[in-house]
């Protein structure tokens, strides 16, 4: 089955650690993206990739690190320096091409105690 | 700056009833459009998009939205809601290539 996965679902940290939430896909996408959501607020982008070893900050890049070492996975760190790291993040991919739809993962609900 | 509004943020309709979701973007030129359904603790689905051609586009579960370009509007309608719509609606812009942005949401709940 081609998708998108996210592990794990849900993830309790305590406050001054960080946290990486996993984001894979096998749809041989080329852009993969993170975004934060919040009640009431819809999608806010964290970081976006549109190759591999090159991505870049979205609107609320700061607390947040990225890798993309490989076409299918797309790390997104949660370090300590986020203010208010407890939310909803939902990892999505698309085709490099500007009409291609962006596929979303199930999501990771962080809570930090 | 660019942006999408979502008027309604809660909405309530009697199963059998019409929806209509309303959209709006700014932007000058024409973006391409988006709707997506959540599900509580999920994520998004993709109902239907408008690139170009036909203002009024099909999507899945018998959603349908149409494309005002004098509005800059983009609503979803459906006939008949049915139970298994509520969700959580989000209308969706993509102004360039990696640039979308997405409304802060309508959450529909329906009534037996």
């Known amino acids: 089955d081609g998708g998108i996965t996210q592990s794990p679902k849900y993830l309790f940290r305590k406050e001054g650690q960080n946290v990486t939430l996993s984001c894979e896909q096998n749809?041989?996408?080329?852009?993969m993206y993170w975004y934060r959501q919040d009640p009431g607020q819809g999608l806010r982008l964290i970081y976006y990739?549109?190759?591999?070893?090159?991505?870049q900050k979205g609107d609320i890049a700061e607390g947040y690190s990225v890798s993309r070492e490989k076409k299918e996975s797309f790390p997104l760190t949660v370090t300590s320096a986020q203010k208010n790291p407890t939310a909803f993040y939902l990892c999505?991919?698309?085709?490099?091409?500007?009409?291609?739809?962006?596929?979303f993962g199930p999501g990771t609900r962080l809570t930090v105690l | 700056a660019q942006s999408v509004t979502q008027p309604d943020i809660h909405i309530t309709v009697s199963e059998g009833a019409s929806l209509e979701l309303r959209c709006n973007y700014s932007?000058?030129?024409?973006?391409?459009l988006f709707w997506y359904v959540q599900s509580p603790g999920q994520g998004l689905q993709l109902l239907l998009k408008y690139f170009s051609g036909d203002t009024l586009v099909q999507g899945i579960k018998g959603f349908e939205a149409e494309f005002k370009r004098s509005q800059s509007s983009f609503n979803l309608r459906k006939p008949s809601v049915h139970w298994s719509d509520a969700a959580e609606y989000f209308c969706a812009v993509m102004y360039n290539n990696n640039d979308m942005r997405f409304g802060a949401g309508t959450r529909l709940t329906v009534k037996p």
């Open positions: 749809l041989n996408h080329d852009a």
């Open positions: 990739s549109q190759i591999v070893n090159d991505f």
């Open positions: 999505a991919s698309r085709l490099a091409g500007a009409s291609d739809t962006q596929y």
């Open positions: 932007y000058g030129a024409t973006p391409y």
